[in-house]
Structure formats: C-alpha cells, structure tokens
C-alpha cells in the first residue's frame, strides 16, 4: 500500500495488540530475567484497553487514532514503559492531523514518536532499551522513504531493522530503567522493552503489506 487511513492505523493497533498477547509470556520472561517480569502483563493490559476504546471510534485523521491509542497506554500501562509508549504514540497522532498519510509523512511522524521517548526516558543508543529497536527501525523506515519506497516496503525494512537491534541489545549493559540496577549483571539478556518496540514494527509492516 502507498497510504495509511483511519482503518489502517486502527488495524496496525489490533496487530500489536494480537501479536502482544501471542509473546506476552515471552515478554514477561524477559523481563524477569532483567527487572520485575509484569512487562507483558503491562503491554498486554494497554493495547487490549486501546483496541477497546478504538472500537466505536470514527475519527476523520489517522493521528486521532494514534493520539487515543498514546492516552490509552498511559492510563492502563503503567511502569515506564507506559509513559514512554503513551507519549510516543501521542507525538505519532499529533504528527498525522490528515485523512491519509503518505510514507514520508509517516517517517516524520515516526521520529516525532522517537523524540517523545528519548526527551522523557532520556536514554541514548546502547542503553539497552526500546530505543535500540526504535533508533534503527526510524533510519532504515526513513532511507527507504528517501529512496522512493512505498509504505509496504519502508515498513519491512523498519521491522527488519528494529528486530536486529533487539538483537543486539543482549550483549549490552542497561544504563536506564529497572535493568540498569543489575549493573554488569544485566549483560547477556534480550531488552523486553526493545522485543515489544519490534514487534509494534512487525505489526506495522503486517498491516501495510496486506
Ligand atoms: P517497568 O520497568 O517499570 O516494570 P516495563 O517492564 O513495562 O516497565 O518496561 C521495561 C522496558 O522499558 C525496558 O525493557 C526498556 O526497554 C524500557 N525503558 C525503561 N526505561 C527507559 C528509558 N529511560 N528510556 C527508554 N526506554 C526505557
Ligand atoms: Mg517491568
Ligand atoms: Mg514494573
């Protein structure tokens, strides 16, 4: 697809939803290993609690959908990462005040999204968190755009991206949230934060390319 509607957005957050209770235990399970294992109970709680409200929702931009997932995620989430994908999602919608959004709008939107985590968490890459799937996702999402791609194709490149960063949190140390306070003792396990933000990456990619 080349454009992103108020149905799109909507299905992009049933995917997440769907695919946040599908790894919910694996969720958990890493977030026992380096914090207190509700991570999954958290995600899931939220993005049931947006497919909910989204659901008798018709607004007439792409960005309402988003703006009332964000304020959904900070009301159920709780911990950091509500805040942190509350706020993201918020910045995503304000960015996305249309009927349709094209690639490049979304690239924009995304970043805003990114710039939403890294001024409350204020994490930096290598800290071993959500922005080590976020950081890579939003480049290669933007190459592709100023490449030329269509949305489909930007999305893929972005949810491959954002995989290979979680990926590579694992041999990293935390130096923010909950993980940070094992010290050299959180090296070694995936970042749960960095899985949920990739597989809100994948979702997307789903979504578009159908
Ligand atoms: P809590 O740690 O409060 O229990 P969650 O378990 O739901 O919250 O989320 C933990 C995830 O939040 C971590 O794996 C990490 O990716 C992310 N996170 C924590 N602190 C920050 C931060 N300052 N900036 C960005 N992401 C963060
Ligand atoms: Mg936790
Ligand atoms: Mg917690």
Redesign the pocket.
Known sequence: GDSVDTDLARTWVQAIAAAVDKHKDHLTQ??SA???A??GT??HRGFSAAVTALADYEPDTVGAVLVKTGTTLIST??????P?YGGAFRAIGKALDTPTADTQQVAAALAAGLAS??K????APG?????DAFAPALAAFQQQADAGADLAAAAVAAADAAEEGMRATTPLQAR????SYLGARSIGHQ????TS?ALAFRALAETVGD
Not at 127 to 131: N, R
């Open positions: 890493l977030d380096i914090g207190d509700d991570h958290n995600m989430v709780g911990g950091a990462s509500g942190l985590i890294q409350l968490g204020a994490a800290d071993k968190t959500m922005i923010k949230g909950r993980a970042d749960p934060g960095a933000t």
